[in-house]
């Protein structure tokens, strides 16, 4: 998942202004934030060079001469930096399905598990082994955006942690939410178990998951 950068004061304010006005000028924005145009241009030049503003050239209001005319805008790249209200939505929507069906929340799970498996099994099967799958399925966790990494234990085992759950809000209140999330890692991974060593939902700071290769030799695994 793609993260935007942080952004400083100024330049959050011409960000502010860009989604207010859709498009603006130079000298439009300098008005609203009473700046001069050349400190705009310098904070639109690195809004630009982050991926967060783009540009098109337009005909001067004038008609005249000189520095090209632009209209500057927001970059869909900018949208994480604006309050959403995605969490209660769908924890909404769950709710209102509850109450039409009490199986279908669960079943939307499952569906939600079973398309994840598809897509992560498309990458992680290819691999040559254990080592480089969970590795490779932390990077699809990192990219959903659990801040996940992979690493390999001394004991022959790995250890797959999740910084951030990605899903809190619904996995709060769901509790099929967090059984799908390892049923998807214990699927992706036919050769080895995985087990939940820590639970953000249940106070812990961070998700984590032991995978044990299913030769694993080392003791009693999960142990």
Not at 93 to 103: I, K, V, Y
Not at 157 to 179: D, G, K, Q
Not at 203 to 219: E, S
Request: glycine share 6%; proline share 5%; aromatic share 4%.
């Amino acid at each position: 998942m793609e993260r935007a950068p942080s952004i400083s004061e100024h330049r959050r304010s011409v960000i502010d202004a860009l989604k207010q006005r859709g498009e603006a000028s130079v000298d439009d924005l300098a008005a609203d934030l009473s700046m001069t145009p050349a400190g705009v241009r310098q904070h639109l030049a690195t809004l630009g060079q982050e991926g967060l503003v783009t540009s098109r050239p337009v005909a001067r209001p004038d008609g005249g001469r000189g520095r090209r005319h632009r209209l500057y805008a927001l970059t869909a790249r900018s949208e994480p930096l604006f309050p959403k209200a995605y969490d209660e939505l769908a924890n909404d929507l769950l709710r209102h399905a509850s109450a039409e069906d009490a199986t279908l929340v669960e079943r939307i799970f499952v569906r939600r598990r079973d398309q994840r498996v598809v897509d992560a099994r498309s990458r992680v099967d290819p691999l040559p082994d254990l080592a480089h799958q969970v590795t490779e399925l932390a990077r699809i966790l990192d990219e959903d955006g659990y801040l996940a990494e992979a690493e390999a234990l001394d004991d022959g085992r790995f250890r797959i942690t999740e910084h951030n759950c990605a899903i809190l809000a619904v996995a709060s209140r769901h509790p099929s939410a967090c059984r799908s999330e390892i049923e998807f890692l214990q699927t992706v991974l036919p050769t080895a178990q995985v087990e939940r060593v820590s639970h953000i939902v249940s106070g812990a700071h961070q998700c984590a998951y032991l995978v044990t290769p299913d030769h694993w030799a080392g003791g009693t695994p999960g142990g």
